[in-house]
């Protein structure tokens, strides 16, 4: 699911695209020296299944405007493959696609025509054989099937039957991921950063699945951005004002965050999160810590090791019960027990069935072993639909513990709500049952008196 580029690329793809002159080319770049050539750029979005590239835009140039395009006006042939990369290594991809793109709507505007598509497919990662997504090597063809009316900036008709020629040079831009700059440490872990400018005292760490570790050592820097919300949701405008802005850091394991103790990475970890806080001017009360299956594993062994880095922790499906299995320590009960002499705040959140990692092992064990003794209440959350799924949220009175956990259907899925045919109409997707910090990208969670998770979270840090 993801494009060979890193997001400064990203940012200098987006400069060029707005330079005079980028709409129509000379026509010796045409393979037909009889028609106009024109330059497309893929714009992506980071949907709660991956980055994928949902628009082709097409500039005319500022003297020219296009009228009379609809979704059958052009075929866009999309191939996303790793292939390359993967070569002699032995491992395989299961992501990689060769389709015609849907186009499900058209947008003009001015010089500009925007080729809308299906945002259910045309991933920029591909999941490889090695448990790892990978930036895939995309390549998008535009062929043009049918004349459309080409006009002047006035609307003064030039061409009623018009044909031309599209050209991809297959960057992508995303407003998302640009916001982050790559941060590559030698010896260390590497990370992703979003700066919310001076003055700001508040940071949020995030630590990804296990699929968003590096491949091979390649150094990629950029799966765990691009796999799911999991990094671009806390620069997101709804969160930022919930935090009253805060720096934004997303690590990216060297290989699995199973290897947290075996190759040091949670001093790693906590030294490079202690030199943002020095750089950056952070307030050490004032971190927040979020982690996803093995990223949960992490969190919670980052919770034990250094038990006074964070204000409070989101914690989605922790992958606590094959920990050992894949080059970890699950922890003892005695280990988590630990955890309750820090005051960091805690909100755990899962599926109430897990396929992948046991609810009742994993985030129910946790909640247990830190509530031990104490009263917890419990509230039923009902939605509709196209909503999420139903939950349950159990809690202390002393708003330190909290475990949201989501109901699955008979298929043991997850319903989330989603627009991927750009229709404006939100309509219901299944995923798996694993995939609950989808909830709390979307910041779902919440208790009786409809307090939300990234709001709780924020207000052990917001003055």
């Given at each position: 699911?993801?494009?060979?580029?890193?997001?400064?690329?990203l940012a200098?793809?987006?400069?060029?695209?707005?330079?005079?002159?980028?709409?129509?080319?000379?026509?010796?770049?045409?393979s037909?020296?009889?028609?106009?050539?024109?330059r497309?750029?893929?714009h992506?979005?980071?949907?709660?299944?991956?980055?994928?590239?949902?628009?082709?835009?097409?500039?005319?140039?500022?003297?020219?405007?296009?009228?009379n395009?609809d979704?059958?006006?052009?075929?866009?042939?999309?191939?996303?493959?790793?292939?390359d990369?993967?070569a002699?290594?032995?491992?395989?991809?299961s992501?990689d696609?060769?389709?015609?793109?849907k186009v499900?709507?058209?947008e003009?505007?001015?010089q500009w025509?925007?080729?809308?598509?299906?945002?259910s497919e045309g991933?920029?990662?591909?999941?490889?054989s090695?448990?790892?997504?990978?930036?895939?090597?995309?390549?998008y063809?535009?062929?043009?099937?049918k004349?459309?009316?080409?006009?002047?900036?006035?609307?003064?008709?030039?061409?009623?039957?018009?044909?031309?020629?599209?050209?991809?040079d297959?960057?992508?831009?995303?407003?998302?991921?640009?916001?982050?700059?790559?941060?590559?440490?030698?010896?260390?872990?590497n990370?992703?950063?979003?700066?919310?400018?001076?003055?700001?005292?508040?940071?949020?760490?995030?630590?990804?699945?296990n699929?968003?570790?590096?491949?091979l050592s390649?150094?990629?820097?950029v799966?765990q951005?691009l796999?799911?919300?999991?990094?671009?949701?806390?620069?997101?405008?709804?969160?930022?004002?919930?935090f009253g802005?805060?720096?934004?850091?997303?690590?990216?394991?060297?290989?699995?965050?199973?290897?947290?103790?075996r190759d040091?990475?949670?001093?790693?970890?906590?030294?490079?999160i202690?030199?943002?806080?020095?750089?950056?001017?952070?307030?050490?009360?004032k971190?927040?810590?979020?982690?996803?299956?093995?990223?949960?594993?992490?969190?919670t062994?980052?919770?034990?090791?250094?038990?006074?880095m964070?204000?409070?922790?989101?914690?989605?499906?922790?992958?606590?019960?094959?920990?050992?299995?894949?080059?970890?320590?699950?922890?003892?009960?005695?280990e988590?027990?630990s955890?309750?002499a820090?005051?960091?705040?805690?909100?755990?959140?899962?599926?109430?069935?897990?396929?992948?990692v046991?609810?009742?092992q994993?985030?129910?064990?946790?909640?247990?072993?830190?509530?031990?003794?104490?009263?917890?209440s419990?509230?039923?959350?009902?939605?509709?639909?196209?909503?999420?799924?139903?939950?349950t949220?159990?809690?202390?009175?002393?708003?330190?513990?909290?475990?949201?956990?989501?109901?699955?259907?008979?298929?043991?899925?997850?319903r989330?709500a989603?627009d991927?045919?750009?229709?404006g109409?939100?309509?219901?997707?299944?995923?798996?049952?694993?995939?609950?910090?989808?909830?709390?990208l979307?910041?779902?969670?919440?208790?009786?008196?409809?307090?939300?998770?990234?709001?709780?979270a924020?207000?052990?840090?917001?003055?």
């Amino acid at each position: 699911m993801k494009r060979n580029v890193v997001p400064m690329m990203l940012a200098c793809a987006m400069a060029v695209s707005m330079l005079p002159g980028f709409g129509r080319i000379h026509a010796e770049a045409a393979s037909d020296s009889a028609q106009d050539t024109y330059r497309c750029q893929l714009h992506a979005k980071v949907t709660d299944a991956g980055e994928v590239v949902n628009e082709v835009v097409i500039n005319f140039g500022e003297d020219k405007k296009a009228a009379n395009i609809d979704v059958d006006t052009f075929t866009i042939h999309a191939v996303g493959t790793v292939k390359d990369f993967l070569a002699g290594t032995g491992l395989e991809s299961s992501g990689d696609y060769d389709i015609d793109r849907k186009v499900v709507a058209v947008e003009t505007a001015g010089q500009w025509v925007s080729l809308r598509m299906d945002q259910s497919e045309g991933a920029t990662l591909a999941y490889t054989s090695g448990s790892r997504n990978y930036p895939a090597t995309l390549t998008y063809t535009i062929t043009q099937n049918k004349p459309f009316t080409l006009t002047a900036a006035d609307g003064t008709v030039l061409n009623e039957e018009y044909m031309a020629v599209f050209i991809c040079d297959n960057s992508v831009v995303n407003p998302e991921t640009a916001k982050f700059e790559s941060v590559k440490v030698p010896g260390g872990i590497n990370y992703q950063f979003y700066n919310a400018g001076e003055g700001v005292d508040k940071l949020v760490v995030w630590f990804h699945g296990n699929g968003e570790g590096d491949l091979l050592s390649s150094g990629n820097n950029v799966a765990q951005m691009l796999a799911n919300r999991g990094t671009v949701a806390w620069a997101s405008d709804e969160f930022q004002e919930i935090f009253g802005k805060a720096h934004v850091m997303a690590f990216q394991a060297p290989d699995t965050w199973y290897y947290a103790q075996r190759d040091g990475l949670l001093d790693k970890a906590a030294n490079e999160i202690n030199e943002v806080i020095q750089k950056y001017g952070v307030n050490p009360q004032k971190v927040v810590v979020s982690g996803c299956s093995a990223g949960g594993y992490m969190t919670t062994r980052m919770l034990i090791a250094h038990p006074n880095m964070f204000a409070a922790a989101m914690i989605n499906c922790p992958a606590l019960d094959v920990a050992s299995a894949r080059g970890g320590e699950t922890p003892t009960d005695e280990e988590l027990a630990s955890i309750k002499a820090s005051n960091t705040a805690i909100w755990l959140v899962q599926g109430a069935t897990d396929s992948v990692v046991a609810t009742d092992q994993c985030s129910r064990r946790l909640f247990n072993i830190l509530t031990d003794g104490q009263q917890v209440s419990e509230s039923r959350i009902k939605q509709e639909l196209p909503q999420n799924s139903d939950m349950t949220t159990y809690e202390t009175a002393d708003n330190k513990y909290k475990l949201s956990l989501y109901d699955t259907t008979e298929e043991g899925k997850l319903r989330f709500a989603e627009d991927y045919d750009w229709d404006g109409v939100m309509t219901e997707v299944q995923y798996s049952n694993h995939w609950s910090w989808i909830y709390t990208l979307k910041n779902d969670p919440r208790t009786a008196n409809g307090t939300h998770i990234v709001n709780w979270a924020a207000g052990f840090v917001v003055d």
